[in-house]
């Protein structure tokens, strides 16, 4: 089912050719959708393999359970692989994103680390960056030096340029250039720092200023710092036994082969280096709903002030072009607008549409209550296997589906989401 939420920018298309498998599109449902029901549309998209196996949670702030299910298993093709279970370990990709902000949050309580910085302070490599400024005929790309120095503020909310090749046609077009070129370059930045939000790498870079701060590979900081505290154990820099899966383009899903194992010595990248399960991942979700301390052991990641400053508020009007030093006109796409040059990996959509969103450190947040869900200045992000999330700091409500299939985006993923948040809110 895909809701209202989640229109499919370009999929008519698509959605002719890529889903005939899949059940018929559903009415949202009017009435409120009671646990039971909720069980079986989970239940019965597994069972009839419109999606692999998934795992589904909905805490309130004190952390008690509204909503905790999980179906199938860790293989489509495999009856007899192990059962999904809220502690199967998935790789969640960009649900990293957020983790290492909280990081850089922590140096910045510290007073290690200021919003404010250049990134190049920490990251001398950032003096090389470059812009691309598009391709002369011949099919060079055209580079120039950055009108503006990008800050950490630029990093921690995407809009320090360094947008994902996939979602950037410019940036596409130059990955085929240099994978044709002998000496590697650095990746040049989609627009000037400050001048539009692209969504892409700018997290990884976050990573490498907290290490260059803290002195520790990323990975060990964020265990140190933030899982080890809070009592998360299943979550790291680790290669589990793992399946992925794709939806073809007859829509029928099968398990591929799990990507091969990263070395424990690999730099681990920010932007979405971890593994880890529903139950780690909303232990971490409701310390920040509940402002930076978990409610039950009372470990505390973050200070209040923090949290309500930088975690719930949009600071999108504060990244793009804020001293006036350079005549932008906002570049990229609008926050939560999702274009993807590349189907295999990531349909386009917008997530929230017809509601007004920004960017947090590092969250997408609805800047006003969307009707019977979440609330305003609720955060919300995603995996790019299709596992999704929201956190409605007002509500003190949670909510999660952890999968792992591509392309990301899934319609059917989605409306299972919907049907969460649905049921969470009609409770
Ligand atoms: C910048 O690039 C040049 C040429 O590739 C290289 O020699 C130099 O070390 C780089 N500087 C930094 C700070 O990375
Ligand atoms: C769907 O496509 C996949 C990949 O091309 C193929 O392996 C599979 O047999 C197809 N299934 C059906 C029912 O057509």
Request: glycine share 8%; aromatic share 10%; charged share 20%.
């Amino acid at each position: 089912m895909v809701s209202a939420r989640h229109i499919l920018l370009g999929a008519l298309a698509l959605g002719a050719t890529a889903f005939p498998a899949t059940a018929p599109v559903q009415i949202a449902q009017r009435t409120s959708p009671s646990a039971a029901s909720l069980d079986d549309a989970f239940s019965a998209a597994v069972k009839e393999k419109r999606v692999p196996g998934i795992a589904a949670i909905a805490l309130n702030r004190d952390g008690s359970v509204l909503y905790k299910n999980s179906w199938g298993t860790v293989n489509i093709d495999d009856d007899k692989s192990a059962p999904i279970t809220s502690s199967t370990k998935m790789n969640i990709a960009s649900m990293t994103k957020s983790v290492v902000a909280v990081a850089a949050l922590q140096l910045v309580e510290q007073d290690k680390l200021s919003l404010d910085d250049f990134v190049e302070d920490y990251y001398p490599e950032w003096k090389n960056i470059s812009v691309l400024d598009g391709f002369t005929d011949d099919g060079e790309p055209i580079l120039r030096a950055p009108k503006t120095k990008a800050t950490i503020l630029h990093l921690i909310t995407h809009t320090a340029g360094q947008g994902y090749w996939f979602l950037d046609e410019g940036i596409s077009k130059w990955t085929e250039w240099s994978n044709k070129q002998e000496t590697k370059t650095p990746t040049p930045l989609a627009a000037d720092p400050g001048a539009g939000w692209f969504y892409g790498s700018n997290i990884d870079t976050l990573g490498y200023v907290i290490e260059a701060i803290s002195g520790l590979r990323l990975d060990d900081y964020i265990e140190y710092n933030i899982f080890k505290p809070l009592g998360i154990k299943n979550s790291g820099f680790i290669q589990a036994d793992m399946y992925t899966h794709r939806r073809h383009e007859n829509g029928t899903i099968t398990a591929t082969a799990a990507p091969a194992p990263i070395s424990p010595t690999a730099k681990p990248g920010g932007g979405g280096y971890l593994i880890s399960t529903i139950d780690d991942y909303s232990t971490y979700l409701v310390t920040l709903i509940n402002w930076g301390t978990h409610p039950q052991s009372g470990a505390t990641i973050l200070k209040s002030s923090t949290i309500r400053k930088y975690v719930f508020t949009d600071l999108i009007p504060v990244a793009i072009s804020g001293d006036g030093t350079c005549d932008f006109k906002q570049q990229g796409p609008p926050v939560g607008i999702w274009e993807s040059n590349v189907q295999t990996m990531s349909l386009s959509s917008e997530f929230l549409p017809g509601t007004k969103k920004g960017w947090s450190a590092s969250l997408l947040i609805n800047k006003e209550d969307v009707p019977g869900r979440r609330k305003a200045n609720s955060g919300a992000w995603a995996g790019i296997n299709n596992l999704f999330y929201w956190v409605d700091l007002k509500s003190g409500k949670l909510g999660a589906v952890f999968t792992n299939l591509q392309p990301f985006l899934d319609p059917e993923v989605l409306g299972l989401f919907d049907k969460l948040e649905e049921f969470v809110y009609a409770a």
